[in-house]
C-alpha cells in the first residue's frame, strides 16, 4: 500500500507564489535541489493538477542540457521515469510520456490508487492537494519552506482545513531554506 505525500516549496508566510503568481523566489540552489532530487526518487507515480503539469512539462519537452547543473538533469530523468496523473477539465491530452489524464478528482479513486500501488505517491500543486486534504488521503507533508515573506498569494494550505501534524524530519540549507517533513494524524 502506498502513502500520499503533499510536497511544496513555499514561503515563510506560507505562500507558494506571490500574489503576481511569481515564485522565483522559491527556486532551489545546488543543496536544496539535491535533496529534493533525493526525496523524489522514491515515488513512482505523481499527482498533478493542469497548471502545476504545464509548468512541470518542461523537464521533459525541454530537459536540461549538459550545460545544465547536474541536479537539474538529475531532476528530469526522476520526473520522466515517474507515472504521473493530471486532473484537468480542460487538458485534451498528454504532452508527456507515462501520464494520463482524469477529468475529475475522485477520493475513492485516489484512496484504490494508494491501497493498490506498491510505492509512495506524491502529490505537487496546492490546489489539488487542497482536495486530497479536504478528503483525509494525505499521510505526509513535506515543506520547503524559502527564507522569503512575499505577503500574500496562491497559500500552500487551504482555508478551512485543520490537520494534527507530527514533525519526522527537518533539516537546514545554507541558503536559508528550512525542510520540514510532518506525519498526519489519522
Known sequence: MGRLVYSSI????????????D?????????????VNDAMRPFGTHLYGRRTYAMMTAWETEPPGPEQP??????????R???????STTLERAVTARTRVERTFDPEAVARLKADLDHDLI??????????LAAGLVDECR?????AVVGGGNPVFPAGVRLALDLLDERRFGNGTAYLRYGVRA
Open 23 to 35: 515564485f522565483s523566489w522559491a527556486v532551489p540552489d545546488d543543496e536544496v535541489h539535491a535533496f
Open 143 to 147: 515543506l520547503y519552506l524559502a527564507p
Open 123 to 132: 502529490i505537487g500543486g496546492p490546489t489539488l492537494a487542497a482536495h486530497a
Open 70 to 79: 547536474a541536479v537539474a538533469r538529475d531532476f528530469a530523468e526522476i520526473w
Open 10 to 21: 513555499a514561503s515563510l508566510d506560507g505562500y507558494v507564489a506571490d500574489e503576481a503568481g
Open 81 to 87: 521515469a515517474a507515472d504521473k496523473v493530471v486532473y
